[in-house]
Nanobody
Framework: QVHLVESGGGLVQAGGSLRLSCAAS????????MGWFRQAPGKEREFVAS????????DYADSVKGRFTISRDNAKNTVYLQMSSLKPEDTAVHYC???????????????WGQGTQVTVSS
């Protein structure tokens, strides 16, 4: 089991930037694929970005490609999501999650954080 805690969410104006962090407990962080997902009110949870165990592979949703960057620091048991050029459509609760094998499917991620709210004003 791995425990995940997100932080860094908040209110920002359109065009602004925000950096989310996800701190993981345990000694096996480097063995997990990590992902970021988000869920807006009344909508299903959707994939945002993922990163492989050693950080050699990343994937992004088309809606955030070129604006968001996922990274990880295995020595600190932390994964990050740098969000730039934020749009009102990015408003959602953002969750980090861990999976055993590389995937972008939310159903394959078995460990989830509590989420952090990102609100982008018009």
């Amino acid at each position: 089991q791995v425990h995940l805690v997100e932080s860094g969410g908040g209110l920002v104006q359109a065009g602004g930037s925000l950096r989310l962090s996800c701190a993981a407990s345990g000694r096996t962080f480097s063995s997990y694929v990590m992902g970021w997902f988000r869920q807006a009110p009344g909508k299903e949870r959707e994939f945002v970005a993922s990163i492989s165990r050693a950080g050699l592979r990343t994937d992004y949703a088309d809606s955030v490609k070129g604006r968001f960057t996922i990274s990880r620091d295995n020595a600190k048991n932390t994964v990050y999501l740098q969000m730039s050029s934020l749009k009102p459509e990015d408003t959602a609760v953002h969750y980090c999650a861990a999976a055993d094998q590389y995937t972008i499917a939310p159903t394959a991620y078995h460990y989830w954080g509590q989420g952090t709210q990102v609100t982008v004003s018009s």
